[in-house]
């Protein structure tokens, strides 16, 4: 995508910052929650307001500044990201800030995905069949599990949980919504997720293939996430995932 383009989806991001959307609970949701509490949901409840991300543009980073980030923290930001970050730097709360923000948080933001994992493979027993036999004691589990996610494509936060990996190093990977192993794509690409994120027009259908990312695989992660339960949630930054809007 060229920066033309991209100077207009900011602008449209821009202009539709903090915006209050009301929405209604879909009837499958209503369903599962009656059945859940074994009553009946009132119809005031079935409405909520979502409000979009609130967020201020500032100066597009130099190419001096995207090379000082990634060597930095040991990234590689993919072209479109590259693009979208030299047109505006978005900076707001939920939006990291590669030009100035507090380093110490920015590599704990990039170590969530491996504490997630982490967290599922002691907590929720998670292990994918794919890593080979699960070791017999909890800290080989999570030794092993570590070292697959290190060999990983790093995922790179966009806004909140969601996050795009570094490798392909190419235009057009999909973006994840990332809550421990409970992972799901959120846009086939960049541009689509923004429009998704801050619920602006002119969406494309989703495409019949999504490009698929080395270890990543959200379909297995989904069928190992929910093949158990209950489920445990990591709360330690008090933020569960219904009111992360995942």
Known sequence: MSSRPWKSLVSAIASRSGEAIERVIPDEAVAKIEELTGEPLPGDRRRFVRHLPEVELDEGLSDDEIAHAEARYGIRFPPDLRELLKTALPRGEGFPNWRSGEEAMLRDWLERPLEGVLFDVEH???????????????????RRAGELVAAAPRLIPIYMHRMIADEPCREGSPVFSVHQTDII????????????????????????EVRPIRFWDVVRFQEARWSKEPVVFDNRRDVLPEQEDQ
Do not use: I, M, Q, V
């Open 185 to 208: 794509h959120y846009g086939f690409d960049l541009a689509d997720y923004l429009r998704h994120e801050f619920e602006l027009p002119d969406r494309e259908p989703w495409p019949a």
């Open 124 to 142: 929720n027993d998670f292990w994918l069949p794919e890593w080979g036999p699960r070791p017999e004691t909890l800290d080989e589990a999570l």
